[in-house]
Structures are given as C-alpha cells and as structure tokens.
C-alpha cells in the first residue's frame, strides 16, 4: 500500500522560488507505475488540477492555467515527485496536494486514490 | 478543455434525508474503449485530505459506506447521500480525468439543516 509523504510548511516572500517533495513509500508501493498528480487548494476556493507526471519516465503534463508558472519533476530512484513554483505570488498562498492517480489490474485509470497530507505554502 | 459544473453551490440537508449532487461536463467523458466515463467524485472536510468516493461515475471506492452512490453517463453526473449523517458534512467535487486537464467541479458544501 502506497503512502505519500510530503515536505513541510514554506513561508516564503513575493518573487521567490521553492520546491515541494512528494515521497512514496510502504510495501510493493510501485510509485514510479503510476500517474502523480499535483492538485491546489486556495483559502476559500475548491481543488485546482495543476498536472501530473509519470515518475517512470517523467511524463509531464500540465494544467495551461500553471503552464509555465510551476515546474513537475520526479526522481524515480528516490520514489519522489516534486513541484515548484516560480515567482511566487499572494495568490499562490494556499495547501498543495499531490496525489495517485489509481488504476485498476488492467491498467484503467479510475481516480487519485491515495493523497499526500498537503504541503501549506504562505506567501507574504 | 472539458469544463465541470456542479449544482448547487451548497445545500442543507436535514438529518437522515438525501443529498443530491449534479456535475455537468462540457464534453462527454465517456471512454469506448473502455466503456466506462472516467469521472470521479470526491469529498473534502476540513483540515483533511481529499477522499476518493466514486469512481467510473458509479463504482463506490472501497470502504466508502453504501449511502453513497453515483450515478449518469456522458455529460451528466449525480451524487446522492442518503440518510445523510452529521460526518457527511463536507465540500464533494466531481473531476474528470478522460481529457488533459483533468478539471475538478467547482465544489458543493453539503451542510446540515
């Protein structure tokens, strides 16, 4: 069973960079075998699909509403996804989640099944 | 892209009564080749993860209590909660993944009246 561990809280200022972890772990966990999305939660606003990367590979696609303002990367050897953002804003202030797109044993995909905890970014 | 509507906005629900959730997507979700639509619904309390519900519009995840259910196909989807529970307040989205960008419904707060 597949766990995500995400990096911790980042307070950071306007114009500012950083960089959000997304650790796969637990028993036959096969995190480079799936989809890993990135999905955003702003202060009284719903869940925003950012993209999704194939960590096996490095597949990456993204939402054209984050096209060129964040970056989605993976290491496969270290079972970890990764999300920055770049020229950070107010309005990027927010909880940061990403999560497994599942798939069924014939390879369907069916939904994000398993999420992260949520990494909070304040921008300020 | 394929754009997501839920209605309504929110709505208050008596104890042990429905909720129904609508969740209209601007193009079909339906995949052939698989013949399943690739929609998904989710629910989202405070302070918590996201937790996956329904998915393939009408399959219950598992562990998910069978109060829950969806229903439609193509471009016009519906959740309902029967003999709603004070736990079953929280925001529900529904979320398309047939077509990049996968795009999440705007949300539906579900609260007790």
């Known amino acids: 069973e597949l766990h995500l561990e995400q990096s911790g809280t980042e307070v950071k200022k306007p114009g500012e960079s950083l960089k959000i972890s997304c650790q796969g772990s637990?028993?036959?966990?096969?995190?480079?075998?799936?989809?890993i999305a990135w999905v955003r939660q702003v202060p009284e606003a719903g869940l925003e699909w950012m993209g999704i990367i194939y960590p096996g590979d490095s597949d990456t696609r993204y939402s054209p509403s984050f096209q060129g303002h964040v970056l989605i990367s993976a290491d496969r050897f270290a079972y970890t996804a990764y999300l920055q953002l770049n020229n950070l804003q107010a309005s990027d202030t927010g909880i940061y989640y990403c999560?497994?797109?599942?798939?069924?044993?014939?390879?369907?995909?069916?939904?994000?099944?398993?999420w992260g905890q949520g990494t909070t970014v304040i921008v300020s | 892209d394929i754009v997501m509507t839920q209605s309504p906005d929110s709505l208050a629900v008596s104890l042990g009564e429905k909720a129904t959730i609508h969740c209209e997507s601007s193009q079909s979700v339906f995949k052939r080749s698989e013949n399943k639509n690739y929609l998904a619904w989710y629910q989202k309390k405070p302070g918590q993860t996201p937790r996956l519900l329904i998915y393939w519009a009408t399959t219950r995840e598992s562990g998910v209590p069978d109060r829950f259910s969806g229903s439609g196909s193509g471009t016009d989807f519906s959740l309902t909660i029967t003999n709603l529970r004070a736990e079953d307040v929280a925001v529900y989205y529904c979320q398309q993944h047939h077509s990049l960008p996968w795009a999440f419904g705007q949300g539906t707060r579900v609260e007790i009246k």
């Open positions: 999560a497994r797109m599942g798939k069924s044993p014939t390879n369907v995909n069916y939904g994000l099944d398993v």
């Open positions: 637990g028993p036959r966990h096969n995190f480079n075998s799936y989809y």
